[in-house]
């Protein structure tokens, strides 16, 4: 995750509860991904910021569940293979290739001579990041794909070029979870968002019980009751979202849910949800705030994951650049 903004809902059950899960089926890796951070706006040009945004991700992770001492924990920047093996890899991706990447578009607008350079290679940074640990599985959201996608394009041509068939494996799209994509709570049609200028929007890992319960209370629902099927949501983007949410945060299905509270009124369902979202959530807070008290700890714990994290890496790429012809 980029340490920009603060996390939220979406990013939780997207994402970071997925990966708690992952570390009993394979080795992980997770990064914080500062780099990344500074091709924007969001997070250049504010040093003092994007530590602290990246202190906050972390004790995020953490305080979700992912365990440091099972899982590397680090940010990027800390680990140079990234960057080094990001060059190689601009050399081996082609320009045509970068050009149909539809995030680069959507995030620069209207204005694509003023992105920056590194936004646009983007892509090829994240190829890096999973191809410098030779890592074959990537939990990406839906939005990743296509990067993921050009991740293995990047891997088969740099194979085929350097007649190494099997060097870099091709990495899959692992894609997890209930609640894929948890959308906004003023807009059931668009995602929730650490962009959105709205707060009320979103649940923040960091907001306490008033303040979730304030914003499901006041989220956009429409006039019916709950209803007794899935067909029944069709239409109903705002209602499938809030029991979205319900089904992930529980651990149910969402029949089960719907079965649980068909017929019902709104105000009643989303004082269940308030209750079981501040439960879930509360404990996380809690270690969250307790962690970034001492950030010094945390900046340890990103130490000794960089530690780690290169002992993977760097074998890797000294054999890239003997592959590429690097004397050293
Ligand atoms: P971002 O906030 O775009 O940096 O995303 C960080 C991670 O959270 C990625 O894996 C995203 O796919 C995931 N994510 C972000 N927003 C949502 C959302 N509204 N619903 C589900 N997953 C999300």
Redesign the pocket.
């Known amino acids: 995750?980029?340490p920009?903004n603060t996390?939220?809902l979406?990013?939780y059950?997207?994402?970071l509860k997925n990966w708690v899960r992952l570390q009993d089926e394979m080795p992980c890796l997770f990064c914080v991904v500062d780099m990344h951070a500074i091709t924007q706006e969001a997070g250049y040009g504010k040093p003092a910021e994007l530590s602290q945004a990246t202190r906050e991700v972390t004790a995020a992770y953490i305080a979700a569940g992912v365990d440091p001492a099972r899982s590397p924990i680090f940010n990027q920047g800390q680990v140079p293979e990234h960057g080094e093996l990001a060059w190689v890899l601009n050399c081996v991706a082609r320009l045509g290739w970068l050009d149909r990447m539809t995030q680069f578009k959507e995030k620069s607008g209207k204005h694509k001579e003023r992105a920056s350079v590194g936004l646009y290679t983007y892509p090829v940074l994240m190829a890096a990041d999973i191809l410098v640990y030779k890592a074959t599985h990537v939990?990406?959201?839906?939005?990743?794909k296509q990067h993921l996608e050009l991740a293995r394009d990047i891997a088969q041509k740099f194979n085929n070029d350097f007649g190494v068939p099997d060097f870099f494996p091709q990495p899959e799209p692992v894609i997890t979870g209930t609640?894929?994509?948890?959308?906004s709570l003023r807009d059931g049609t668009k995602?929730?968002?650490?962009s959105d200028e709205s707060d009320m929007s979103r649940i923040n890992l960091t907001d306490d019980a008033d303040a979730i319960a304030n914003k499901i209370r006041r989220a956009k629902t429409d006039p019916l009751p709950l209803p007794a099927s899935k067909d029944e949501l069709k239409d109903r983007p705002e209602a499938e979202n809030l029991i979205n949410i319900y089904a992930a945060l529980a651990d149910q299905t969402r029949d089960a849910v719907i079965a649980q509270f068909a017929g019902q009124q709104f105000s009643a369902f989303k004082t269940a949800l308030a209750d079981l979202t501040v439960a879930k959530l509360e404990p996380i807070n809690q270690k969250m705030r307790d962690l970034l008290a001492d950030p010094a700890e945390i900046d340890r714990t990103l130490r000794q994951g960089a530690a780690s994290a290169r002992s993977i890496a760097t074998p890797i790429m000294d054999e890239v650049k003997r592959r590429v012809g690097f004397v050293s």
């Not at 939990?139 to 990743?144: A, F, I, L, S, Y």
């Not at 609640?179 to 959308?183: F, I, L």
Request: hydrophobic share 35%; glycine share 12%.
């Open positions: 995750m980029q920009t996390l939220h979406g990013n059950l997207g994402a939990p990406v959201g839906e939005d990743q609640a894929t994509r948890v959308m995602k929730m968002s650490k």
